[in-house]
Nanobody, 115 residues
Framework: QEHLVESGGGLVQAGGSLNLSCTQS????????MGWYRQAPGKQRELVAE???????DYTDSVKGRFTVSRDSAGNRVNLQMNSLRPEDTAVYYC?????????WGQGTQVTVSA
C-alpha cells in the first residue's frame, strides 16, 4: 500500500530551525511533484514548498529565503529545511506527493514555534 511517513516536527523557539523529512513506501511511481503543505488552526491547508521532476521549486511568499525543499534522485524522499522560524509558522505540516493518477498525503507532523 502506498504511504508516506513524516518525521522531524516539534517545538522550537522563534529564530530556530527544524528539518522535516518524508519517505514514501516505494510504491508511488512517476512522481511529478513532491513537497509540503501546512494547516494552522482555523485556516485552510496551504502550499509551503514543492519541488518538481525537473528540479524547479515553488514556495509560498512567507517562507521564501527561510525554507528550502529538496528531494533525493530516486523520488523516495523529500525534505524541508526550515530556518528563522516564526510563531506564524506554527501548523500541522503535511507531506505531499503527486503523480498523474492522484495526490498522496502524509499523516501530518506538528510544528510549534514559540515566541
Amino acid at each position: 500500500q502506498e504511504h508516506l511517513v513524516e518525521s522531524g516536527g516539534g517545538l522550537v523557539q522563534a529564530g530556530g530551525s527544524l528539518n522535516l523529512s518524508c519517505t514514501q513506501s516505494g510504491l508511488i511511481y512517476s512522481i511529478g511533484a513532491m513537497g509540503w503543505y501546512r494547516q494552522a488552526p482555523g485556516k485552510q491547508r496551504e502550499l509551503v514548498a514543492e519541488i518538481y521532476t525537473g528540479g524547479s521549486t515553488d514556495y509560498t511568499d512567507s517562507v521564501k529565503g527561510r525554507f528550502t525543499v529538496s528531494r533525493d534522485s530516486a523520488g523516495n524522499r523529500v525534505n524541508l529545511q526550515m530556518n528563522s522560524l516564526r510563531p506564524e509558522d506554527t501548523a500541522v505540516y503535511y507531506c505531499h506527493f503527486q503523480n498523474r493518477l492522484r495526490h498522496y498525503w502524509g499523516q501530518g507532523t506538528q510544528v510549534t514555534v514559540s515566541a
